[in-house]
């Protein structure tokens, strides 16, 4: 099966997103909202548990929880704006496990890392972006 070609620009083609989702794109939305939802609950938790100057971010937590679920779906649904958000939310958990690494001495923190590099590589994957084209 071929993708069909649209002209994008005189003198450019682009091939047709795919018709049906790639298991790339179906794992990093699943992985997606598994491990935002399981760092934004998480981090509420601990940061109510923690008090002082962590309320502040307990009030984040669950923000994140609703950006991390609005990329996964829309991953899912094959939009650009949901792969954009996905890959952002995936850059500033990468962020914050660094930080928990080096500013914390963290070992928790080598794991999430990992996790959160996985589902890096498969949001970027080229089967991944060429379904998130629409």
């Known amino acids: ?34 491990l935002g939802t399981l760092t934004s609950t998480a981090g509420t938790f601990f940061s109510l548990d923690a008090g002082g100057g962590w309320y502040a971010a307990a009030a984040l937590f669950p923000v994140a929880l609703v950006l991390w679920w609005v990329a996964g779906i829309g991953l899912l649904r094959g939009s650009r704006r949901g792969h954009r958000l996905g890959v952002a939310m995936l850059v500033a958990l990468s962020a914050f496990n660094l930080m928990k690494i080096v500013v914390f001495d963290e070992s928790a923190g080598y794991v999430f890392m990992s996790a959160t590099l996985l589902i890096a590589a498969l949001q970027l994957a080229a089967p991944t972006r060429a379904w998130s084209r629409r």
């Not at 002209?7 to 989702?21: A, F, I, K, N, V």
């Not at 179906?26 to 909202?33: P, R, S």
């Open 1 to 34: 099966m071929t993708d069909t070609v649209t002209p994008s620009l005189p003198g450019q083609e682009t091939p047709d997103p795919p018709r049906r989702r790639p298991p790339s794109a179906t794992a990093a939305a699943v992985l997606q909202l598994a």
